[in-house]
């Protein structure tokens, strides 16, 4: 059955402290995507990939940082640096580039994380 | 600056009545629009799509219909149910930057039994 897995579902992180959220899609898919969603708010760009070892930074991208070392990977680190870092994270894929081909995103479940 | 922009945070429509959820976006390059449902803590889905060159999308109770001169388009959703229960998000993408799709802020809709 394919989909988007992220996890953990319910993070937290302590002050100066870098967290990482997971995001692993298994519908071999090329394009992955990092969004934020807060309240009250459509989802912002962070990061996104179109291809293994390429990805660009997206609207908020300023105290993240990603990687894309495999294909059905995108992991997403949150950084000391990120001083608003409390939302709700959603990772998406898509089968080219959202716009270009006018593929809908499939999007993960999220991951809430908390400052402590 | 919000590019697309849902001006009703919430909407509540009786069963079997008509839903409509506005959307008005301000770039006129934009061509491709998208609606997504999003059910609490899960990820939204795609629901329908409508491409610049059309007016009008259907698929089955579900019609998004564009006016390029307002700039505005609209979900229909015809009846109600239920299971409509959501927040929907409008989203627009520009064909010069393909990789970006913008959302809106969602429109949570209740649907009374």
């Known amino acids: 059955d394919g989909g988007i897995t992220q996890s953990p579902k319910y993070l937290f992180r302590k002050e100066g402290q870098n967290v990482t959220l997971s995001c692993e899609q298994n519908l071999n898919h090329d394009a992955m995507y990092w969004y934020r969603q807060d309240p009250g708010q459509g989802l912002r760009l962070i990061y996104y990939s179109q291809i293994v070892n390429d990805f660009q930074k997206g609207d908020i991208a300023e105290g993240y940082s990603v990687s894309r070392e495999k294909k059905e990977s995108f992991p997403l680190t949150v950084t000391s640096a990120q001083k608003n870092p409390t939302a709700f994270y959603l990772c998406a894929s898509s089968i080219r580039g959202a716009g270009y081909s006018n593929q809908p995103q499939h999007f993960g479940d999220g991951t809430r994380l908390s400052i402590l | 600056d919000q590019q697309v922009k849902q001006n009703s945070p919430s909407l509540s429509v009786q069963e079997g009545r008509i839903s409509i959820l506005n959307c008005d976006y301000t770039n006129s390059m934009f061509d491709y629009f998208l609606w997504y449902k999003k059910y609490p803590a899960e990820g939204p889905t795609f629901l329908i799509s409508?491409?610049?060159?059309?007016d009008k999308n259907e698929d089955g109770r579900f019609t998004v219909f564009l006016n390029k001169s307002a700039k505005h388009l609209s979900l229909h959703i015809v009846p109600s149910q239920p299971g409509d229960s959501a927040v929907y998000f409008c989203a627009a993408s520009l064909k010069t930057s393909y990789d970006k799709v913008i959302f809106g802020p969602g429109t949570s809709l209740s649907v009374i039994p």
């Open positions: 409508i491409s610049s060159i059309k």
